[in-house]
């Protein structure tokens, strides 16, 4: 049952970033597309912060993401969840993923891997105990297909292309494939727009999805902001944060990045509502990559 049920709407979409560092001008941009796409359809528009992989938070990113929020003018229309708060539930599932059969332990580990980028089934018939080992999802060799309404048609066999893949860590971690589909389902989900980096993330999702009984999406990647190094805006590149202080001019630059219709420089309220009354997905460019050069 999805905890908005009594609110739920046709739309469904949320923005959920990662406390691994501030909030930087891609963030920015997953979120004015993500709340003005719901918000042009009536729809509800929340906000998650995925913070599974506890030891790799950024000190001081979490309060910078709720500070930017505020000043940005995204308000949510449920309360924020936090996903360091809902590991008994991830847990749960994974316990209903072994109860089938359609999970397994693994003893392997990075330097057993070696290079290797597609797991080779190696601990699928072991048997191993489930105890202080990384827990491995079994996939099937099939093609799995979506339409992305930017990207287009885009498909992957994971039995060829990556293998049995890690929804929880020998560290104890709960992967981030696992609990994004789990909350989006809990959620109540029904779009997803996120940026083009994680648009080879979205077999794995629907796979999960499939073997849990959840209903199929809709999907969006956006375009991603590039640097003059020619990498994506990311914390990992040391990508400038947003400054909640320049608001409207960063909020300005977001829309017109996504070739939305200008709007005035107002307060940020103001500005969202003119941008949301003005969406239209068909001006966004239908490519992985912005050509325009952002810090």
Known sequence: ???????????VGRFAP?????????????????????????????????????????????????????????????????????????????NQLQQQDLVYACQCTRKMLGSNAIYAGTCRKLKLPFDHQAIRVKVSDQLICFDD??????????????????????????????????????????????GADLLDNTERQIWLGQLLGYPRLSYMHLPLAMNAQGQKLSKQNLAQALDPTQAPQLLQQA?????????????PARMLAQAVAQWDVSRIPRTTQLAQIYQ
């Open 1 to 11: 049952m999805s905890e908005l049920q009594s609110m739920q709407s046709a739309y």
């Open 149 to 194: 309404r930017l990207q287009g048609q885009h498909c992957s066999n994971l039995a060829h292309e990556l293998g049995d893949f890690v929804l929880k860590r020998r560290d104890g971690i709960i992967n981030y494939q696992l609990a994004v589909v789990v909350d989006d389902y809990l959620q109540g989900m029904t779009h997803v727009v996120r």
């Open 255 to 267: 829309i017109a990045a996504l070739h939305q219709l200008p709007v005035e420089l107002d307060c």
């Open 18 to 94: 990662s406390p691994t560092g501030p909030l930087h001008f891609g963030s920015l941009l997953t979120a004015v597309a993500s709340y003005c796409d719901a918000k042009s359809q009536n729809g509800t528009w929340l906000v998650r912060i995925e913070d599974t992989d506890i030891p790799r938070i950024y000190p001081g990113s979490e309060t910078h993401i709720l500070q930017c929020l505020d000043a940005f003018a995204f308000e949510p229309d449920a309360d924020i969840i936090f996903q360091k708060d809902r590991l008994d539930l991830y847990q749960d599932v994974l």
